[in-house]
C-alpha cells in the first residue's frame, strides 16, 4: 500500500478548516456539489460530484474537531477497496496547515489522489479567502 502526503497553508485557524472538511454547506464551496454526513465516529458520508457525476462515500474513523478527521473513501464506479484519508490541522503563523494522508493501491491511485488533492486544496484555500474578504 502507498500514501500520499499533501500539506496546504490556509488562511484560518484550525477549527474554521475543520469546518470546511464537515459542514456540508462549506464543504460545497470547495469540493463537492452535494453532501450528505453523520459526522460522528461510525456515521457516514455521501458526496455527489455533478461534473463527472460520481459519488464518494466512506465512513468517519476518527474525529478530533480543529485537530483531526480520518474517513474511509470509497468511489460507487470504482471496484477498488475503500482506502483511508487522515487530515491534520495544524496551527500555524498565517493561519494552519491541513496534512492530508491518503491511502493508495497503486502507482496510478497515488497520481490521481496526489493531483486531486493538489487541485481542492488550492481550491480550498481560495474559498476560505473568498470568505474572508
Request: glycine share 8%; aromatic share 12%; proline share 6%.
Amino acid at each position: 500500500m502507498q500514501t500520499v502526503h499533501i500539506e496546504r497553508e490556509v488562511p484560518t485557524n484550525p477549527m474554521v478548516a475543520y469546518g470546511y472538511f464537515t459542514v456540508p454547506d462549506l464543504l460545497t464551496t470547495w469540493w463537492p456539489t452535494e453532501v450528505g454526513a453523520e459526522v460522528v465516529v461510525g456515521g457516514e458520508y455521501r458526496m455527489f460530484f455533478e461534473d463527472h457525476g460520481v459519488t464518494l462515500r466512506g465512513q468517519y474513523r476518527r474525529i478530533d474537531p480543529g485537530r483531526q478527521l480520518a474517513f474511509t473513501w470509497k468511489w460507487d464506479h470504482e471496484d477498488l477497496p475503500p482506502r483511508l484519508v487522515d487530515v491534520i490541522f495544524t496551527p500555524a503563523q498565517r493561519g494552519c496547515v491541513v496534512s492530508v494522508t491518503h491511502d493508495a493501491g497503486s502507482d496510478e491511485e497515488a497520481s490521481d489522489y496526489t493531483n486531486g488533492w493538489i487541485h481542492f486544496l488550492g481550491r480550498l484555500k481560495r474559498a476560505i479567502e473568498q470568505a474572508s474578504a
